[in-house]
């Protein structure tokens, strides 16, 4: 029986079925090694199913493992739609819980506040090991939905909104030195209108506001607010691009 590394030479390239798979050629390279050792368990599944069929010659022709190829990724893609919604509604529920408890803590006890704070971390290290165990494809195809033209919007004090998703920030056009002068205010909208519900600002000199976790479902807004002469100013009020990815 042919090794399997003439069996993969017969393919197409490499190159190409690393990226059927979701994986890199350096990835495919270290496990057709593992392959080839036996230790199934570091191979991914993907990528274990494709040697096998070669293996077993039921794959015999390019045309055939392109088929094959074609039609692994596209369940891949399906599969990782369905847990890239599981993990960020995970995200969101954390976020959540967490702004929560921030809110609650001044009716709290010290214990009871920490108790609560060890199980939000405990959480995020759950979380953490899920999108560990999601592996490259999952990754790589999530990364290709966060990028957005950056451009600023808005008269007076400018603003720009980056990231993805549910996952926002706003860009803040202002001097370093006057930073914790500025703040977001967010707003979600109730009844057709425009809710204030948080206000967000830096301790830190950096002109990007994280939004933190936004909800599903949900329309929001948010205005800049600035010191001047001692008075609260706000600006206009600018619409969120959240995109239910």
């Known amino acids: 029986m042919d090794n399997i590394e003439d069996l993969i030479k017969r393919g197409p390239p490499v190159n190409?079925?690393?990226?059927?798979?979701?994986?890199?050629?350096?990835?495919?390279?270290?496990?057709?090694?593992?392959?080839?050792?036996?230790?199934?368990?570091k191979v991914n599944p993907s990528m274990k199913a494709y040697l096998d069929q070669l293996r077993e010659g039921k794959i015999s022709s390019i045309e055939e493992a392109k088929k094959y190829l074609e039609n692994t990724q596209q369940m891949n893609l399906a599969e990782q739609e369905n847990k890239g919604e599981e993990l960020d509604e995970m995200r969101h529920r954390i976020s959540r819980d967490k702004m929560i408890l921030m809110q609650a803590r001044e009716h709290m006890s010290e214990a009871d506040y920490r108790k609560e704070l060890e199980n939000l971390r405990k959480r995020e290290?759950?979380?953490s090991d899920m999108r560990r165990n999601a592996g490259e494809n999952f990754f790589r195809r999530r990364r290709s939905y966060s990028m957005r033209p950056a451009s600023w919007i808005g008269e007076g004090v400018r603003s720009c909104v980056i990231g993805s998703g549910f996952d926002l920030a706003i860009v803040v056009d202002c001097p370093f030195r006057d930073v914790s002068n500025y703040g977001i205010?967010?707003?979600?909208?109730?009844?057709?209108?425009?809710?204030?519900?948080?206000?967000?600002?830096?301790?830190?000199?950096?002109?990007?506001?994280?939004?933190?976790?936004?909800?599903?479902?949900?329309?929001?807004?948010?205005?800049?607010?600035?010191?001047?002469e001692d008075?609260?100013?706000?600006?206009?009020?600018?619409?969120?691009?959240?995109?239910?990815f």
């Open 125 to 127: 290290e759950e979380l």
């Open 16 to 41: 190409y079925v690393a990226g059927k798979l979701g994986i890199s050629r350096q990835t495919f390279y270290r496990q057709m090694k593992q392959y080839q050792q036996e230790a199934y368990d």
């Open 185 to 228: 205010e967010l707003l979600m909208k109730i009844d057709e209108e425009f809710y204030p519900v948080t206000r967000i600002s830096n301790n830190v000199s950096s002109k990007i506001f994280g939004l933190g976790n936004l909800q599903r479902g949900v329309e929001y807004a948010y205005r800049i607010y600035y010191l001047k």
């Open 231 to 244: 008075a609260l100013e706000f600006t206009d009020t600018r619409e969120l691009p959240v995109d239910d």
